[in-house]
């Protein structure tokens, strides 16, 4: 047999000690969680009985309400409470902004928080096209924005005022940021700036070169030009009048001609007025500025 030393012996008591030690702790632990379930029965079984009473005596709203201030109580006990928010896709939205529209406070029970009255909150905002807001447990709120993108300047009585693609005015925006966006004048032009933005877009030569869109009797477009020279659009087909003006451009440079004009109105023909000519007769009806 071999024979145990005295330190031998010293490490047996201690590791019969430790064990001791871990199986009151776990005993403890398992006590806690034993009292914290008892509770808890004893909460839903106090709220059960306020509800049946209230059933009982026809006060079904009533209730309803107490059991869900209920839950509500429990699960923020239970730590589902309102800890953070999180927003995506924000660019000119402010913070203060956004908390206004969600009215929201850190440790708000977070199954209490009203999703569609938050989301319709956020979809006032000036720059807001779209919001989305959902949950995120155990205590964070999740916001997804899709802001309105400028797409021009709308002149119009001496204002000015920064337009989105749908020709919509963005509340707020100021002008001045948005310098490098065309300007388009005219009493009907944000709803029509539209279709003219996108043709445009397909011939980005001539889309850097338009400083202004001047709409003529509510019925067609001159474009105003960075070197001064204005291209008069047709009221109908204005796309295939681009298309005419471009295959000039690429046979003989027209847009760096020394040109006042180009009459593009008629679709067999093309005028072109130089500096200290008349204005060509084209057989067009008279028209009216803005």
Known sequence: MRRLSP????RGKLGSLAIGRARRGIWQRQKWRLIA?????VYALCIGYLVYDSVARG???????LFWNGVLAFSERQGLVVQDVLVDGRGHTGRDEIWQALQLERGTPILGVDLDAAQANLQILPWV????????LPGMIYVHLTEREPQAIWQYKGELNVIDENGAVILNADPKQFSALPVVVGADAPGAARILLQQLA??????????????????????????????KLPEENAELALERLMQMQTAQQALQQNYTAIDLRLEDRVFLQKPGEPAPSTGTKGEQGV
Not at 7 to 10: E, I, P
Not at 59 to 65: C, G, K, Q, Y
């Open 129 to 136: 096209a779209m919001a989305k807001i959902e949950r995120r």
């Open 59 to 65: 006060e079904v709203r009533t209730a309803r309400t």
């Open 37 to 41: 379930g008892f509770l808890c029965a």
């Open 7 to 10: 330190g031998n012996q010293n």
């Open 202 to 231: 397909a011939h980005s030569e001539l889309r850097t070169a338009v400083q202004s869109a001047v709409r003529i009797g509510q019925r067609r477009w001159d474009l105003h030009l960075q070197s001064g020279m204005i291209i």
